[in-house]
Structure formats: C-alpha cells, structure tokens
C-alpha cells in the first residue's frame, strides 16, 4: 500500500510544486509553517482542488487533472486527524467515533468500536459530549474517528501541534502504535524535529512549496544539507536497543557498537529506540576528552561539512551506519581541520537529551495487519 | 374564549392560526434548500435569486398581491391548471396561506441563511473526509448546528404570516371565513360603525400570538444552543 502525490499549486506568494510517495508507515511532510504541508494533506483529502497533478492511493486514482478524475472528498475513504481535532459538538463522543462507520462500505473490515476504544482509552468518555474533553482526550477521540472510518489512508495535519507538552507526550505513543500496527500509509504533517525523528519512516522535508529531500527518517534527519527549520533546529535520528538499566538512574542504549548513556528510559531492555539528538548539544574534539563530565564520547568518522551563510558549520558524523550531526563555529573547524574522513570524537551530555526526543522504534515486521 | 369572542371573530382568529401554520410548514422545506444555497454556494446567477427572494418584503405589498392575482386567479396560467386539479387558490384560504407564505418567506431565508453561515465550515468539511455526501452533510451536521436560527426564522415567519394583510387582501378579497384573516377583520370591522369593541378584541389576540411566538422561539433557541454547546 502506498500513496503517489504529484502536484502544482498556486498559492498566496508561491507555488507549490511536489511529487513524491508514501510507502506504509509514517511519512512525514516536514518543514517551516507555510511551506504547502496542510495544502498537500488537503489536496489528498480532496478539500481543495490543485491545478495540476495526479494523487494515486494503493491503486485508486483519486486526482488526475489530466484525464479530468476529481474524486469527491466523500469517497476518498481518508482519515483525517485534523489540527483542531474538529470533533461535532451536537454529537457525544459514541456517535463521534461511529460517524464515519455510517459511510464506510457495508463489509469493509474497520476495527471493532470496543478495540479502538480500548486501544485509546477513551472508554470512560463515550457519553460526554466534545465540550467536556481536555485537549488531550479531543484529540484521542479525534484519531478514534478517523480509524473507526476504515480509512485506506490516514492524514494527520500537526495532530500534537494545539496540545502543551504534557499532552503531547499523552498523544505521540499512540501515533507510534498506528505507526506499528496498521498497514494503511500514514502522511503526517509536523514542523518539530524531534515529533518527527520519534515517529517517520520516511521524511518528506519542504521549503517554499519544493520537496528538498526525500527518503528514509535517518537518513534525511542526518543530512546537513536539509535543514528545512533552520540550523537551530537541526538534528539527527539514532536507531538503538535499549542495553541495560542502571541504579543511578542511567539507562545504556546499544546503537552500532557503540554505548550511549541516558536518563532513564521506560522502555523494557532489548526494545528498539529512537533517539532525536540536536546538532547543537554535540561537542566535537579530535582528542579523546580525559576528565570530562559529559558521559558520552563517541569515535565517529566526519562525513560531510555544510557551510552556511552565518558563523556556523554543520557537519555529519558517521559510527557504523547511524548519522549524526553538530553544529560547531566556522572558526572551530578550521583550527581543528575537519575535513571529510577525518577520525574524531562527538561528545554528548546524557542530560541534554529530552525524554520527548527519545521514542520507541520503528518494527516493520509488525506492520502487517490490515485493521489497528 | 370563544364566548369572549364573537363567532365572526373567533373564525378570523381560526383561520389566520391555519394559514399562518401551513404557510410556515410548507414554505420551511423550500426556505432551508434556498438558505443553504445562498449560505453555501457560489454559481452564476446568485444575486438574481437573492433578489428574487427578498422582493416581497421590499415591494409594495399591494403589488405582490396583484402580481399573486394575474399568476394564481382562475384566469392565471397557474391558477387555471391547480383549479382544473381540485385546488383553487383564488379567494379560498388556501390563496391566504400563499399570499402569507410569499410574504413570510423572505424573513424565514434571512434568519435561515444566518444560522446556516455560522455553522463551521470546517466541521462540514471534516464530515466529508469522514465519509458524508452532501446531503447526509447537510442533514447531520449543517441542519442540527442550525437549528436555533431555523426554529427562530419559522416562528417569525409564522408571526409574519399571521399579521399578513396587504398582499392577502388583494389577491384572495375579505371573505369572512373563507379568506378573513385576522388583519383582515380588524379591517373590516373598522369600516362599519359599532365594530370598534371587535376590533380591539382582535388587536389583544394579535399582541398576544405575537409576544407568545417571539417568547417561545427564544426559549426553543435557547433550549437549541445549550444542546449544541454540549456538557
């Protein structure tokens, strides 16, 4: 199952003008507000209508400008996760979540009501109406809607992007789940980086309305040339297991022969992790640092420098096949004489990884069900 | 009641309460489609349909009323082909309830239209990713979020159909319980000499439905919108 998206739109300022596909899993439309994410996600809904381009969903034509195909929104069997969850106020939370099931094709094998219920725990909601719900809870309900609609694509428009940090971190593990158990495409609209190392398989990142990159999580996040929120955000996505669980509060992650040591994580021993590290928390030294507080200091090999218009450098780091990235002076790298192959060492505080940067990891071997 | 009312009386009271009651009835399915097309549409032609409908509450209603009479009277195109099927129009109540609907309609869209463009667009919009033609759309969503304004455009409407007079009168005459409505009586009863006391028998019912309706809608809206906001 996959979905293909070419496109051309004209928008206030820009075009957009994209093409790519979405493999199963979480794709996501990654870049700054305003670069055309919501405008795509709309188009593949069927809420707007682009001026060019063709949308493909797992064999379905639903937008061909060229042979004149427009498929009413109502038949594109989308799930939309909006961002303002847009749940019916005059309708309790049951009849929410069972709305899209009227319309669903009599025999269509969407999941149970009491599974998608279960799964979201939103058992203890289903009589209250949207107004009663804290934003968390809307928000839950909302997926349940959109999965309840045996959805054969689910869109999901900065789902987290209205909730504070608490309830995001309420949210993404069931993204994460979605992301595991069902096999449908996910296109998942985020402009925060570690939202997106946490949950993509594939990384689309925008600039301007263009695709600038496209491909795999790891491997767009650890690119220094797409850094499509700026330098400042920039970082790169480590796949580890989780190794050990220590006394004083420490777990060891195992990622390509090498150790990494964070605060505690929830995850079991032997769980797949993902850990979203930002450019600027890692140090670089081209001696192994003796006496040193942070506990992390990992030989890498350097891969790339970008340059850009400012003070600073991004380089790429390589330890096996994770990337890394840091951000360091101009002025720094040329006195250490970085150049691309050069052995070094990347310095890393364990306490400046955030537990909202640290996810769990992507198993696509589950991914093999139809429904959740 | 009806021995404070004189039978003549009473029978005016009787019939405006019918006409006013089938003129909202059957000109709400009619207003809700015209609404939502003003509300929700955009086509060719827009503005002529906008004008079309708010002309009777502009034009003198005198000229509805004759304009009612060339099309409705038996002479009519329309007025011949609805006698030639059992349902005369032209000086029956039943050209009372048209004249009163025309009259009425016009308030029933605006009130209509109003409410239908406070509904949130997005919500209709999530509705159809969801799976929702536009009919089931307009049924579950756009119809209950409305509500408020359409109980509140059939009362209006309905309180405007009862106090009809100009375009009434010209088109179905003053036919005591066949086409006398209540403005109609009070009308008459003023044109002859001792009909003072009847006429403001009249004018104390006509208060009375008035402010009646006007409470009852409001507390209808009100029962409406506290549904709607939830909790």
């Not at chain 2, 002309?55 to 009479?69: A, K, N, Q, S």
């Amino acid at each position: 199952m996959s979905v293909t998206v070419r496109l051309q739109h004209q928008l206030p300022g820009f075009a957009l003008d994209v093409e790519f596909e979405a493999p199963a899993g979480v794709t996501v439309l990654f870049g700054r507000s305003g670069a055309g994410k919501t405008t795509i996600v709309n188009a593949v809904a069927g809420l707007i209508r682009p001026h060019a381009g063709r949308i493909v969903c797992d064999g379905t034509v639903l937008f061909d400008s060229g042979a004149g195909v427009c498929v009413p929104s109502a038949r594109r069997r989308v799930g939309y996760v909006f961002q303002d969850a847009r749940l019916f106020p005059h309708m309790t939370v049951r009849q929410n979540l069972l709305y899209g099931r009227w319309f669903a094709p009599r025999g269509s094998d969407a999941a149970p009501l009491d599974r998608i219920v279960e799964m979201l725990g939103i058992g203890h909601l289903l009589t209250r109406r949207p107004a009663g719900l804290s934003g968390g809870e809307t928000q839950r309900v909302a997926i349940g809607r959109a999965l309840l609609s045996d959805p054969q694509i689910i869109l999901a428009d900065e789902p987290l992007a209205a909730l504070d940090d608490a309830r995001k971190a309420e949210i993404l593990p069931y993204f994460e789940r979605l992301r595991d158990e069902v096999a449908v495409p996910i296109l998942y609209v985020s402009h925060a980086a570690a939202e997106v190392a946490r949950l993509a398989t594939t990384v689309i990142t925008l600039e301007a309305g263009r695709v600038i990159r496209q491909g795999a999580a790891a491997e767009v996040l650890g690119d220094p040339g797409a850094t499509p929120l700026g330098v400042r955000a920039a970082g790169a996505m480590i796949e580890a297991v989780v190794g050990a669980h220590h006394a004083d509060g420490l777990s060891s992650l195992r990622a390509e022969g090498a150790v990494l040591l964070l605060p505690r994580v929830p995850q079991p021993e032997g769980s797949p992790l993902r850990v979203w590290i930002a450019a600027q928390d890692v140090m670089l030294a081209t001696q192994e640092p003796q006496g040193i507080s942070a506990l992390n200091v990992l030989p890498v090999t350097v891969q790339a420098l970008r340059q850009g218009d400012g003070p600073g450098v991004m380089v790429q780091l390589g330890f096996g096949k994770a990337r890394l990235l840091a951000r360091i002076t101009r002025r720094s790298a040329m006195a250490m004489q970085l150049i691309p192959g050069a052995q070094i060492f990347a310095v890393l505080k364990a306490v400046s990884v955030a537990p909202d940067a640290i996810g769990d990891g992507h198993t696509p071997t589950a991914g093999t069900s139809r429904a959740p | 009641m009806t021995d404070w009312l004189g039978p003549e009386e009473w029978r005016a009271v009787a019939l405006s309460l019918k006409v006013a009651f089938w003129a909202t009835v059957l000109s709400l399915p009619l207003a809700l489609w015209v609404a939502h097309v003003l509300a929700r549409r955009d086509f060719p032609g827009k503005q002529v349909l906008n004008g079309l409908v708010h002309l009777p509450l502009i034009l003198p209603p005198v000229v509805t009323g004759y304009l009612l009479l060339r099309a409705f009277g038996t002479q009519g195109p329309v007025g011949a082909l609805l006698d030639r099927v059992g349902m005369p129009v032209a000086f029956h109540w039943t050209g009372a309830a048209l004249a009163a609907a025309v009259m009425a309609f016009p308030l029933m869209v605006r009130a209509i239209r109003l409410s239908i463009e406070a509904v949130d667009p997005r919500l209709e919009a999530a509705a159809a990713t969801l799976g929702a033609s536009r009919a089931w759309i307009f049924v579950t969503i756009t119809l209950p979020m409305a509500l408020p304004g359409i109980i509140a455009g059939a009362i209006l409407a309905f309180a405007k159909a009862m106090g009809e007079f100009g375009a009434t009168i010209t088109f179905v005459s003053n036919i005591p319980g066949q086409t006398q409505t209540v403005p109609s009586a009070i009308y008459a009863f003023l044109q002859v000499p001792g009909g003072e006391a009847s006429a403001w028998r009249l004018v104390i019912v006509s208060i009375c439905v008035a402010m009646g309706a006007l409470i009852l809608s409001e507390w209808l809206a009100r029962r409406a919108a506290h549904r709607l906001r939830g909790a």
